[in-house]
C-alpha cells in the first residue's frame, strides 16, 4: 500500500487562488439569484362604512373602525398563509385551515402559527370624501 503524495505548499497556494477564482466568478450569479423586487405599496380605497358592525371584510384584509380608532388587519394567516375569518362571536379572527387564533390588533393568540398579522395603515380618504384609504 502507498502513502498519498505529500503536497507541497505550491499546490495549497493553487488550491486556494483557484477557489477563490471560482467564488468571484459565482458571487454575482448567486447575487442577482439572491435579489428579490421589494413590493410596492397599494393603496385600497374602501368604500363602505363599517357601521355598527365595526368592521369592513375586503378579500386581503379587515377594516375594523371602533371607539374612534380606525386600524387594518391582513387576512393572510401567518402558518401557512390562508385566509382568515373573522368570528364575530368571540371577536377574533380565525383560520379555517389549522385554527390559529389572532386578536383584532393583529396580535397571535393560539394555534401554530408564530408570528402575529400585518398591520396595515390607514387614513381618511382625503378631501373630506367618504371611505378610507389603506395601504397595504
Ligand atoms: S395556515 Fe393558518 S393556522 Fe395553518
Known sequence: MTSPAPRSRRWLLRRGLSWLVLGAALYPVFRFLSFAVPKKPV???VDT???LRGFVM???FIL???QGKTWAVSRRCTHLGCTLSYDE???QLVCPCHQSHFST???RLAGPAKLSLKVYPVEAAANGGQGYIVTI
Open 43 to 45: 393603496r385600497v380605497k
Open 49 to 51: 362604512d363599517p357601521g
Open 58 to 60: 375586503e378579500p386581503t
Open 64 to 66: 375594523f373602525h371602533r
Open 89 to 91: 362571536a368571540i371577536d
Open 105 to 107: 390588533a393583529g396580535q
